[in-house]
């Protein structure tokens, strides 16, 4: 059997992963009485890691409007606590993958959680605007670091077939609830402490993960001899920042403005060049055959299209449960609990039980029509709408769905990687989400926005009526972008239908560790 990119030393046959259980170049695997004893241990700090990085893309969301009046930013420059971490952590991902790779993965763990909270320590003192977003960047690109150093941990410290399926099945649960439990944590420290400490809580928690990952984790050293693509850096990373700077732009200043134009045309010119890049260099930063992979790339799609509607979804049901419905800061995050354990029931007690028997599109397909069903509910709310009838059904569709795709989308994207490349494809996993997050807020928004100019113009005829219609024309801006988004999730089980044609794990093959078919 042979894989793409499994080049290196043939005097030292290193293991290399096949999914769900290391073997070595001549297909031995490595026993599972062998597995380091501490390992669920590990995956205790590993998980808290990437649970600190997933929920801080959303904990600062209810905090906002508090941090907005503390420090006077105007409404223009508000979004950019939001965008200034995605950016920074969808455009710094490909790299932080793979410094991973080059200096070692529990290394660059322990730099990126130091780095992570001293980010947060000084968000949180922040006394202008400038020194939140900075802080907020400074963040972004520790989290790039952090995050494909932990999926990577994952994979090297469980060989055990079913073992790997469960522990894959925990991370896939924190990464599709972290957004809801950062809505929910948020609205706690606003209410009854302060916006800071949305932003200072990240320090306790780095270091309880730093002074365990010393303990627990372990790690081959990384390629002391090797160096990074620079040039490949800043063509990737370019590109991938221009476009979502565009895409967040074009809600102020509309799709058609030069700026924005400009953006997505530089952007799309730095990823054709940075593709030519790859081609050529002695050691590219994205090695083409990860993304060549038919199964690799639908995974990618797939994620990053799904992450389009679900951030959706975050940003409207949070601005309707507290505008619309006057919900409290704390009352909206426990709104979103239903979709945080739909989502764990979802991932751990159907993903991770079916990933072994069934190919993982049987699994990513229903979960998208799933999430879609949810989506099409949601469409039909009104000013008026309870919550109980009319919104938690649509939110426990949506988690049960987002479940059943995440875990296997995580499993069949990392399968069958060499080690030298497994955190540069932990982070491809992790960009198509922060992407799929950043242009997910920004396009919907654009969307939602205009539809309610236009339903204001439609029909304001009584200013006595003028309150009663903006409230209506919010929801409807809202339903119009939700149908958008419900399509976007259909189309991502489309694509996973199409593109994952991975078969389930013969008898004897690991679980969770499905074959590409496209690979002998």
């Not at 971490?85 to 993958?97: P, R, V």
């Not at 930063?285 to 995974?299: E, M, S, T």
């Not at 219609?469 to 239908?497: D, F, K, P, Q, S």
Request: glycine content about 12%; aromatic content about 8%.
């Amino acid at each position: 059997m042979t894989r793409h990119g499994a080049a290196g030393d043939a005097s030292h046959p290193e293991p290399w992963s096949s999914g769900g259980v290391s073997v070595t170049r001549k297909g031995e695997p490595v026993a599972a009485e062998d597995a380091d004893p501490r390992r669920w241990w590990g995956l205790v700090i590993i998980a808290l890691a990437q649970l600190m990085v997933v929920l801080d893309a959303t904990i600062v969301n209810i905090a906002l409007p508090s941090a907005q009046r503390d420090l006077g930013m105007s409404d223009g420059n508000r979004q950019w606590v939001i965008t200034a971490y995605t950016l920074a952590f969808g455009g710094l991902l490909l790299l932080g993958g793979r410094i991973a790779d080059l200096v070692g993965r529990k290394r660059t763990f322990l730099i990126g959680l130091v780095g992570f909270a001293a980010a947060s320590a000084l968000g949180g003192a922040a006394t202008t605007p400038g020194m939140l977003f900075g802080a907020r960047a400074l963040q972004g690109a520790f989290a790039a670091l952090l995050a494909p150093s932990a999926l990577s941990l994952l994979t090297t410290t469980f060989t055990d077939p079913k073992e790997r399926g469960k522990a894959f099945g925990i991370y896939g649960a924190l990464a599709g609830s972290g957004a809801a439990i950062g809505f929910i944590v948020g609205g706690l420290l606003t209410e009854y402490l302060n916006w800071r400490w949305c932003l200072y809580v990240n320090v306790p928690i780095a270091i309880i993960a730093f002074l365990g990952a010393l303990a627990l984790l372990h790690d081959r050293p990384g390629h002391a001899g090797a160096r990074l693509d620079v040039p490949g850096a800043v063509l990737g990373c370019g590109g991938l920042v221009a476009i979502v700077y565009g895409f967040s732009e074009a809600e102020p200043r509309g799709w058609t403005d030069p700026l924005v134009l400009a953006l997505f045309a530089g952007g799309v010119a730095l990823l054709v060049a940075f593709v030519w890049w790859q081609s050529r260099a002695p050691m590219p930063l994205l090695p083409l055959h990860i993304v060549k992979d038919r199964n690799r790339a639908g995974c990618f799609l797939t994620m990053a299209l799904a992450i389009i509607g679900m951030f959706g979804l975050f940003l409207f049901m949070t601005y309707y449960l507290q505008v619309i419905l006057e919900y409290s800061p704390l009352k909206t995050g426990l709104a979103f609990l239903p979709l945080t354990v739909a989502i764990i029931i979802g991932s751990t007690q159907i993903s991770a039980r079916l990933m072994s028997r069934v190919p993982p599109r049987m699994l990513m397909v229903p979960g998208m029509i799933l999430a879609a069903g949810g989506m099409l509910i949601l469409t039909q709310m009104t000013v008026d709408s309870a919550y109980t009838t009319e919104i938690l059904p649509a939110l426990l569709l949506m988690g049960l769905g987002m479940g059943l795709t995440f875990m296997p989308v995580f499993a069949t994207a990392t399968a069958g990687v060499a080690p030298h490349d497994s955190g540069v494809t932990s982070a491809t996993v992790n960009t198509s989400q922060q992407v799929g997050g950043s242009i997910g807020t920004a396009l919907l928004n654009t969307i939602a926005t205009t539809s309610s100019a236009a339903y204001l113009t439609a029909h304001l005829h009584d200013p006595s009526q003028k309150a009663q219609v903006a409230r209506e024309g919010i929801v409807h801006g809202y339903t119009v972008a939700i149908w958008w988004a419900a399509g976007i999730m259909l189309l991502a089980g489309l694509i996973a239908g199409l593109m994952v044609t991975a078969r389930p794990p013969q008898q004897g093959a690991p679980a969770g560790a499905p074959v590409p078919e496209s690979v002998a």
